[in-house]
């Protein structure tokens, strides 16, 4: 199993453009989560989703959106990037019937200029 | 508002000598606790857990103990090994799988 991957591993962004960034795990876990980690801080909830077709909002989701239409992938939208977007991004997924802990990815590390 | 709080952003300690890394929280709704190690360029991996009924869990090197009364966790790595130098999060859970609330991390450093 590779686990969870994301693409791309880094990235520079304009401010204002947009971009997916891609998450997919091959371990068919039903719970699926997209974070956040600025510097210094700890990691903090954008978006989760329980199966495909369903999500929903975390801590942080104000610039984000998301979809799950199939249980490998869940990637995570940026349509308008803005300097506070600037961050490191992981991606963490797991089982039902593991619901403590979460397998995360290598994540995103985002530049947003 | 930072439910989980690690107030020492770094620790140092001697290859051999016992690790101790805290965690205070605030939210007595907290039912589960965790512990997640990251090295650079990776995401975090968990490490160990404990149940808030429970006061220690133990896993080979890596002891957590909780004192509820305290609001307070540590996690007790001994011996310490150079291969455990990493950022460690602690990490709380509140009424279901997706209100986990991290704390910010310590970076451990084993000097050989």
């Known amino acids: 199993n590779a686990g969870v991957t994301q693409t791309p591993k880094f990235r520079i962004l304009k401010i204002g453009q947009s971009m997916t960034l891609q998450c997919a795990q091959d371990?068919?876990?039903?719970?699926m989560y997209w974070y956040r980690q600025d510097p210094g801080m700890g990691l903090k909830l954008i978006y989760y989703s329980v199966g495909a077709g369903i999500t929903d909002k975390g801590e942080v989701p104000n610039g984000y959106n998301v979809s799950r239409s199939t249980t490998e992938d869940f990637p995570l939208r940026l349509e308008l990037a803005a300097p506070s977007q600037t961050s490191v991004y992981f991606c963490?997924?797991?089982?039902?019937?593991?619901?403590?802990?979460?397998?995360f990815g290598p994540g995103t590390r985002l530049l947003v200029l | 508002d930072q439910q989980v709080k690690q107030n020492s952003p770094s620790l140092s300690v001697q290859e051999g000598r016992i690790s101790i890394l805290n965690c205070d929280y605030t939210n007595s709704m907290f039912d589960y606790f965790l512990w997640y190690k990251k090295y650079p360029a990776e995401g975090p991996t968990f490490l160990i857990s404990?149940?808030?009924?429970?006061d220690k869990n133990e896993d080979g090197r890596f002891t957590v103990f909780l004192n509820k009364s305290a609001k307070h966790l540590s996690l007790h790595i001994v011996p310490s090994q150079p291969g455990d130098s990493a950022v460690y999060f602690c990490a709380a859970r509140s009424g279901g799988y997706q209100k986990v609330t991290f704390g910010t991390g310590t970076k451990l450093q084993v000097i050989p």
């Open positions: 963490a997924s797991n089982p039902l019937a593991d619901q403590e802990t979460q397998y």
């Open positions: 371990m068919n876990h039903n719970y």
């Open positions: 404990i149940s808030s009924i429970k």
